[in-house]
């Protein structure tokens, strides 16, 4: 199968978390700008700033409401913006770092907060509560609801997965390779997926808590962000490697350069079409699709 790839270009700002929308916009943070841009079907950039430069929003995602939502990992709030650009901003706590978001079973947004060592969760209103993990260095970072009507997180401190139920219950369930440094997590194939940035590998966990990791060709890639594909498996950005990664269900591992050096790919996604959507923090946006489309 041929891929074709395009990149688009979002200058300065450092592009980190990436999202689409359900108008087929693809939005991606600016993490050093204070800033996120929505990128149109036609090419179009718009940059919108949504705090001050200092309040690095980081992870974007579609939320209940159909308005994209962000943390601002800077400030200790959770954004929103719609479509036309309007925003709203939500504190947690000023020094909680928060960083992972997602969607979940429950129509609220849950999110972690790296410095506090905690998981929240937001209203569409804005009501936030707050979940403290057992254990002083988890390291909180990403979230994905799961197929068990449950919130699913990675502890990176703690080189562990949490399982968070929707009353705030948490319980943590160790890795078996000592320092993998757990980080992007995503739920397909009735499973979680999530990378291993210290052990350079993409590994599963079924809803029993069983896990299964396939290393990677090279072991140094730090992957980093990993989302399910409509197919099965996943796509996963691989930081130190200026490339993607397509891991299928039963394991097996491509690899596909990005268009230029140096480019530290962050985040990814993946839209309807099975299009792959990649932020490079070196300032650009980059689509793989399949090029027979």
Same mark, same amino acid.
């Given at each position: 199968?041929?891929?074709?790839?395009?990149?688009?270009?979002?200058? #300065?700002?450092?592009? &980190?978390?990436?999202? %689409?929308?359900?108008?087929?916009?693809?939005?991606?943070?600016?993490?050093?700008?204070? #800033?996120? @841009?929505?990128? @149109?079907?036609?090419?179009?950039?718009?940059? &919108?700033?949504?705090?001050?430069?200092?309040?690095?929003?980081?992870?974007?995602?579609?939320? %209940?409401?159909?308005?994209?939502?962000?943390?601002?990992?800077?400030?200790?709030?959770?954004?929103?913006?719609?479509?036309?650009?309007?925003?709203?901003?939500?504190?947690?706590?000023?020094?909680?770092?928060?960083?992972?978001?997602?969607?979940?079973?429950?129509?609220?947004?849950?999110?972690?907060?790296?410095?506090?060592?905690?998981?929240?969760?937001?209203?569409? #209103?804005?009501?936030?509560?707050?979940?403290?993990?057992?254990?002083?260095?988890? &390291?909180?970072?990403?979230?994905?609801?799961?197929?068990?009507?449950?919130?699913w997180l990675t502890l990176n401190g703690a080189n562990a997965i949490g399982h968070v139920t929707t009353d705030g219950g948490i319980?943590?369930?160790?890795?078996?390779?000592?320092? *993998?440094?757990?980080?992007?997590?995503?739920?397909?194939?009735? *499973?979680?997926?999530?990378?291993?940035?210290?052990?350079?590998?993409?590994?599963?966990?079924?809803?029993?808590?069983?896990?299964?990791?396939?290393?990677?060709?090279?072991?140094?890639?730090?992957?980093?962000?990993? @989302?399910? @594909?409509?197919?099965?498996?996943?796509?996963?950005?691989?930081?130190?490697?200026?490339?993607?990664?397509?891991i299928t269900s039963a394991g097996e591992i491509t690899e596909y350069p990005l268009p230029e050096t140096a480019s530290e790919p962050?985040?990814?996604?993946?839209?309807?079409?099975?299009?792959?959507?990649?932020?490079? #923090?070196?300032?650009?946006?980059?689509?793989?699709?399949?090029?027979?489309?």
């Amino acid at each position: 199968m041929s891929f074709a790839v395009s990149q688009f270009d979002i200058d #300065e700002g450092s592009p &980190y978390g990436i999202a %689409v929308a359900d108008d087929g916009a693809v939005w991606t943070t600016l993490v050093h700008t204070g #800033e996120v @841009a929505r990128l @149109a079907s036609d090419g179009q950039v718009r940059r &919108y700033p949504v705090g001050p430069e200092s309040c690095k929003p980081s992870i974007i995602t579609r939320g %209940v409401d159909g308005a994209m939502w962000f943390s601002r990992n800077g400030d200790g709030h959770i954004g929103r913006i719609t479509a036309d650009g309007s925003t709203s901003a939500f504190a947690s706590d000023t020094d909680s770092a928060p960083f992972g978001l997602c969607e979940g079973p429950d129509d609220a947004m849950w999110f972690t907060e790296m410095a506090a060592n905690a998981v929240g969760r937001i209203t569409a #209103e804005g009501d936030i509560a707050r979940f403290g993990v057992a254990h002083s260095d988890a &390291y909180p970072s990403f979230i994905t609801a799961g197929p068990d009507g449950a919130l699913w997180l990675t502890l990176n401190g703690a080189n562990a997965i949490g399982h968070v139920t929707t009353d705030g219950g948490i319980s943590m369930h160790p890795l078996p390779t000592s320092g *993998a440094g757990p980080v992007g997590i995503a739920a397909a194939d009735n *499973a979680i997926w999530f990378v291993e940035i210290g052990a350079g590998q993409v590994a599963t966990m079924d809803v029993g808590f069983a896990v299964t990791e396939f290393p990677l060709p090279d072991r140094a890639a730090k992957p980093h962000a990993i @989302a399910a @594909a409509p197919s099965g498996g996943c796509w996963f950005s691989q930081w130190a490697t200026n490339s993607v990664g397509r891991i299928t269900s039963a394991g097996e591992i491509t690899e596909y350069p990005l268009p230029e050096t140096a480019s530290e790919p962050h985040g990814i996604a993946v839209d309807g079409r099975g299009a792959v959507w990649v932020a490079m #923090e070196s300032g650009s946006v980059v689509r793989i699709e399949d090029g027979g489309r």
